[in-house]
């Protein structure tokens, strides 16, 4: 029987009890506001997204400093000081949510334009290339990098085995085990769009286009001794920085630069433009200022406005369109599913996610116009070419990087199998005689194992 002498000298409130028969119960079944409560505590989490689980958020606008109407349509590239709000998200691609933020990773750079057109989104990543050139061997790499399946800890083996039966991976090694894996800030941090797209002008003109963000605070990494030092000190110690940063009344700030290439080109270069473990020529391909991004606003709420975006590279606009990148077309559709699942299939019309009057022919994807013809082949490209630029990346390192790069890849191939060791010391070969010798010798110096 209800109480009222008791309850009147609770501390808590009628809600803060589960309504029971009696003081000491049971509960009844009939109690909702129980059930209730409960059942919002149990969903009022989204699901972690399935890569780039970790991440930090922060808002404020782009402004277009030079008009690219020459070469795209997109409304908001067309007149210098043209200005939208963006949202940008911070990731760690490898991640689960306690992550160390320093630790060897590719970070994430999201960012999205809330355009007069719509949304427009541009996802990069802080290292200018992938580990494989077809997205339908992404699962098994995400596999590759992911802890054990037996027991949930780092397996050396597993990652290893990717490098040794990837060998276009191999540039993507080199640029992952420099000093530019670890970082403590995002604000000294680059980002790259990795996928080439395509820029369409008014007069129906294609070029291929990869975006570049430079930090206006200049490039900053650590080394692995410092990043293991700080996984342990602060673990959440980019995220802070970011975050305290922009509290400070200190905005952070991006320039946008785009590199253009005529799809003609494709043909005459050694390499294929549209191959993700590929970088373009600077000198060849300059990069061309856009515009510049600042970062002025924290989150009030980092479950509605950041865990709730849904960035997703065919969030494209008129002008703005997908090239034959075979790892860019693999995403087209990928990040929508990925996201009705996580969020719901209502997702779009989450605030961070509306877009007004959106209906599926908002979409922009890409070829109108453009004639293909060709026999249907599951098939490598002609020109793969794995280790050129691997070596170009690797020659273009001072002694003290060399050294770096040696030591970070032989902390870590030395707990490899020996085949595998074998494996990717052969393609290091292919990069550098020298750099597989320093390998060999560093891993010698760790175990005494290594085997020719
Ligand atoms: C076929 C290859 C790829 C697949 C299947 C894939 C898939 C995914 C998925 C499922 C998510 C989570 C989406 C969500 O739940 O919101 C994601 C996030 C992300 N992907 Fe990819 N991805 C691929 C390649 C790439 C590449 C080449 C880049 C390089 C720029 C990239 C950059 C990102 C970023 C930055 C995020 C985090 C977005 C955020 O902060 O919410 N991905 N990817």
């Not at 992938?130 to 802890?147: K, M, Y």
């Not at 769009?193 to 650590?222: C, D, E, L």
Request: aromatic share 10%; hydrophobic share 35%.
């Amino acid at each position: 029987m209800y109480n009222n002498h008791n309850q009147s000298q609770s501390p808590l409130s009628n809600a803060s009890h589960s309504q029971t028969v009696g003081v000491r119960g049971p509960v009844l079944v009939q109690d909702t506001v129980l059930h209730e409560t409960l059942e919002d505590f149990v969903f009022s989490t989204t699901l972690p997204r399935r890569i780039h689980t970790k991440g930090y958020g922060a808002f404020g606008y782009f402004y277009t400093t030079h008009s690219m109407k020459q070469y795209t349509k997109a409304g908001f590239l067309q007149t210098p000081n043209k200005q939208v709000p963006v949202a940008v998200r911070f990731s760690l691609a490898s991640s689960n949510k306690g992550t160390p933020d320093t630790l060897r990773n590719v970070r994430g750079f999201s960012t999205r334009f809330y355009t007069e057109e719509g949304i427009f989104d541009l996802l990069c990543n802080h290292l200018p290339v992938f580990f494989v050139r077809d997205a339908i061997r992404v699962p098994d790499i995400i596999s590759h990098l992911s802890p054990s399946p037996v027991n949930n800890l780092p397996d050396p083996e597993r990652l290893w085995s990717m490098f040794a039966e990837y060998p276009e991976s191999t540039n993507m090694l080199i640029w992952f085990f420099s000093d530019l894996g670890t970082v403590k800030s995002l604000r000294h941090i680059k980002g790259y769009s990795v996928s080439t797209y395509v820029w369409r002008n008014a007069q129906g003109v294609r070029n291929y286009v990869k975006y570049h963000w430079f930090p206006m605070a200049g490039v900053q990494y650590i080394d692995q001794q410092e990043a293991q030092r700080l996984a342990c000190e602060d673990p959440d110690i980019a995220g802070r920085d970011l975050y305290d940063s922009i509290a400070k009344g200190n905005a952070v700030e991006y320039e946008m630069r785009v590199q253009l290439m005529n799809p003609e080109d494709a043909k005459l270069l050694p390499f294929d433009p549209l191959d993700d473990t590929k970088v373009w020529d600077e000198a060849v391909y300059p990069l061309l200022p856009v515009g510049r991004m600042v970062l002025n606003c924290n989150p009030e709420n980092y479950a509605d406005q950041v865990d709730k975006l849904a960035f997703n590279p065919a969030n494209l606009l008129p002008g703005l369109e997908f090239s034959d990148d075979k790892v860019l077309q693999g995403r087209t559709f990928i990040y929508s599913d990925a996201q009705r699942h996580r969020l719901g299939p209502d997702y779009r019309n989450i605030p961070v996610n509306k877009q007004l009057n959106w209906s599926p022919a908002s979409m922009v994807s890409s070829g109108n116009g453009r004639y293909v013809a060709g026999e249907i082949m599951r098939a490598e490209i002609p020109n793969p070419d794995d280790f050129t630029q691997a070596s170009q990346r690797y020659e273009s390192f001072s002694a003290t990087e060399k050294k770096n790069l040696a030591n970070n890849i032989a902390s870590g191939l030395v707990d490899a199998q020996p085949n595998t060791q074998r494996t990717v010391l052969r393609h290091l070969e292919r990069v550098s005689p020298a750099l597989a010798d320093m390998v060999r010798n560093q891993m010698l110096l760790y175990s005494g194992t290594v085997r020719k």
